[in-house]
């Protein structure tokens, strides 16, 4: 019996949240009125959904030792383990998160504490443990290269990609091209942003075209208030987006992501379902502010899918 549901490898940061007038235009300007601070961070945020929903979840991570206490003191309140999280003599990584009126915003990110992460033999016996392994994009490519092998040689069984930025946010910093060329014959679950999707695919119609091609088993293109699309085999199943008054859409695809593993990979739920689920998970957390301002319960989910 696996020790951990989920273990979640990657990005652990300290959010900047600027809410703004409005968004600036190049060489435009803007006035910021209120600016408060979180942890959040891809690995950080599904890990943190996936706990949420009562699902025994780890962090593989590293922090500077200026944001050590704050991000293990968040991450063991939502009781998530943090025995595998790396303190280096580097700054903690951050982003900056500048939010518009209407909740949409630009991330800025920097700091080179995710960038230094690199995975030994004990953190690859900790993701063994684990029902599904869960990283992103933004994890260095040593990282994910390490995952894919780890997935090749069926020491981990289960492997969920987030395609979390476009090819050119990643250059230098997250996964190459070449690794997720490699990663597309082991993943169990790939989830790609539009944005994301037209720099690595080209676009939505393409990508869902690349994936079936190279049997990708369960795959979701997130598309914003257009909702989702879902891919099992060659089945694609669209998933409408809810309608909820918008505070915040930080977090949002995390949030998604979170709700397709807990129902899609360790519920079994039918794909129509389990996005139906992700998308109120989302919706749901973007009436707060922040990354993971409103992170539901299942109870919470299952009672918003019932007033729909």
């Excluded at 695919?201 to 990508?207: H, M, Q």
């Excluded at 891919?231 to 998933?239: A, P, Q, S, Y």
Aim: aromatic letters at 6%.
């Amino acid at each position: 019996m696996s020790s951990f549901d989920v273990v979640t490898v990657g990005s652990a940061v300290i959010d900047h949240i600027y809410s703004l007038s409005n968004l600036p235009e190049p060489d435009g300007g803007a006035f910021a009125r209120e600016h408060t601070t979180d942890v959040g961070g891809v690995a950080a945020n599904v890990a943190s959904g996936l706990s949420e929903f009562g699902n025994k979840t780890g962090i593989i991570t590293r922090v500077g030792g200026d944001d050590a206490a704050e991000t293990e003191a968040d991450l063991h309140a939502r009781d998530i383990d943090r025995s595998r999280i790396q303190v280096g003599s580097e700054e903690s990584s951050y982003t900056l998160i500048l939010r518009g009126p209407d909740g949409v915003r630009m991330i800025v990110a920097g700091g080179q504490s995710i960038p230094n992460l690199r995975l030994d033999a004990r953190d690859i016996e900790y993701a063994s443990d684990a029902n599904v392994v869960f990283t992103s994009a933004y994890a260095p490519d040593e990282v994910v290269s390490r995952l894919v092998t780890a997935r090749e040689q069926h020491e981990i069984s289960t492997l969920v990609f987030d395609l979390a930025g476009p090819l050119s946010e990643l250059e230098g910093r997250g996964t190459t091209p070449e690794t997720i060329d490699r990663l597309l014959s082991v993943v169990d679950l790939f989830v790609v942003g539009e944005v994301a999707a037209r720099s690595y695919f080209g676009g939505t119609d393409e990508a869902i075209a690349t994936l079936t091609q190279q049997n990708v088993p369960r795959a979701a293109i997130t598309q914003g208030s257009n909702g989702a699309r879902l891919l099992e085999g060659d089945t694609v199943t669209d998933i409408p987006a809810f309608e909820v008054d918008v505070t915040d859409t930080t977090g949002a695809g995390d949030t998604f992501t979170a709700g397709l593993i807990h129902t899609w990979l360790l519920n079994d739920y039918a794909a129509r379902n389990a996005g139906r689920f992700a998308a109120a998970t989302a919706a749901l957390n973007c009436t707060e502010l922040g990354a993971r301002g409103n992170l539901p319960s299942e109870a919470d989910v299952q009672e918003f899918l019932e007033m729909r």
